[in-house]
């Protein structure tokens, strides 16, 4: 479960921080906040805090096209929803590449990361199967810079402030975590797995990385699913409040009523509402078998 953070009133980073703070974590060549409009940071920044909440085979890293923008916006938000993560990402604002609406949300994120992050090793440039990240945005994209190599918590260009206990609502009992330091997370070489050949790392049983990628896919459906049940259900009882309000009216013989009964029952060309008495006909049939 994840710890909410819902105000960013406070210790506000600028442009450059936001900046020089995700080429730090991720390893990576962002030369504009524009740039982040891809999502594919905040993909890998959910790996990071929560690891197996997003399959990242399936972030496009070095795409240029909006409607993959919001697919990596929709594999944040999937991951959000599985670790109770409270944020509604503006995808649509983001994906559009604006200044502003990418810089809040990353200066909301490098707080949620801070009061998230559990400082184990992580090689970020390993972890994305050595593609690049950033500095390659067409039409936004600034002039590229070589690769940067990991940095430790000495070098790094931003070191994180703790976030105050006012700008965000933990859910879990435990005392806050520690975030006075970037952590080496692009440090690689003590980590005996990670050093290992391709052809071991990636030697696993293929049927069972089908079998995990068919479960991801299965838990996102699901969400959505269950997201557009809670919908409908909202919008039926408003109408039935609606209903039940004019029916007690019914009789006052007000033209508004009458005006928005006649709306509620409306029927579209073709559509019929289901008899009541052949559906309690249906369920005794159906109970029969």
Not at 35 to 54: H, K, R, V
Not at 259 to 266: E, G, R, T
Request: proline share 6%.
């Amino acid at each position: 479960m994840a710890v909410n953070v819902y105000s960013t009133s406070s210790d506000s980073l600028s442009r450059h921080d936001a900046l020089s703070w995700v080429n730090n974590i991720l390893q990576s060549n962002f030369t504009k906040i524009e740039e982040l409009c891809t999502g594919a940071a905040y993909c890998q920044f959910m790996d990071i805090l929560f690891p197996g909440t997003i399959n990242l085979k399936k972030v496009k890293f070095n795409t240029k096209l909006e409607h993959e923008y919001i697919n990596n916006f929709k594999l944040v938000q999937g991951a959000f929803e599985r670790t109770q993560v409270d944020k509604v990402i503006p995808v649509e604002k983001l994906a559009k590449g604006r200044f502003q609406d990418n810089f809040e949300f990353v200066q909301w994120f490098k707080k949620f990361f801070d009061a998230n992050y559990d400082m184990h090793e992580y090689d970020p440039h390993v972890a994305r199967g050595g593609e690049s990240l950033g500095g390659s945005m067409g039409n936004i994209s600034g002039a590229k810079r070589p690769p940067q190599k990991a940095v430790s918590t000495e070098k790094a260009a931003v070191v994180p402030k703790p976030v105050p206990a006012s700008a965000r609502t933990v859910t879990r009992t435990a005392g806050p975590p520690q975030r006075q330091k970037v952590p080496p997370v692009g440090l690689a070489s003590n980590r005996g797995p990670s050093t290992r050949s391709s052809s071991s790392a990636h030697g696993g049983d293929s049927s069972q990385l089908k079998l995990d990628e068919a479960t991801i896919q299965l838990q996102e459906m699901k969400l959505t699913i269950d997201a557009l049940e809670k919908e409908r259900d909202f919008y039926f009882g408003k109408l039935r409040d609606i209903e039940v309000l004019c029916q007690e009216h019914e009789n006052e013989g007000l033209p508004l009523m009458a005006q928005i009964m006649d709306i509620l029952y409306a029927t579209e060309e073709g559509f019929a509402p289901p008899d009541d008495n052949n559906t309690v006909g249906d369920n005794a049939n159906d109970d029969e078998y």
